[in-house]
Nanobody, 117 residues
Framework: QVQLVESGGGLVQPGGSLRLSCAAS????????KGWYRQAPGKERELVAA???????NYADSVKGRFTISRDNAKNTVYLQMNSLKPEDTAVYYC???????????WGKGTLVTVSS
């Protein structure tokens, strides 16, 4: 059974930084595409950042230059470094693993990020 556990969320002031982590209990972790999504109250879930198995990355326009996605295949962990946080970044952040070979998606339960003074 695949499990994804996010951590690192919390309350931060505008302009601050947080680093989210997602630990995955899954075989062949390196073969999955990884992503971070977020869902703000009253809004749909949106893609924030993604990284392919080969290391290519893409970001939502709203976070480009501020967020960085990375992964450590040896630790089965994907990270999201978030800098220069804004109140509009407030949301529950979810980790996602996607298998291109099976089409399966796996999700964590989410971690809340609140940006407020």
């Amino acid at each position: 059974q695949v499990q994804l556990v996010e951590s690192g969320g919390g309350l931060v002031q505008p302009g601050g930084s947080l680093r989210l982590s997602c630990a995955a209990s899954v075989s062949w972790f390196s073969t999955y595409a990884k992503g971070w999504y977020r869902q703000a109250p009253g809004k749909e879930r949106e893609l924030v950042a993604a990284i392919t198995w080969g290391g290519n990355t893409n970001y939502a326009d709203s976070v480009k230059g501020r967020f960085t996605i990375s992964r450590d295949n040896a630790k089965n962990t994907v990270y999201l470094q978030m800098n220069s946080l804004k109140p509009e970044d407030t949301a529950v952040y979810y980790c996602n693993l996607h298998s291109s070979s099976t089409g399966m998606d796996y999700w964590g339960k989410g971690t809340l990020v609140t940006v407020s003074s």
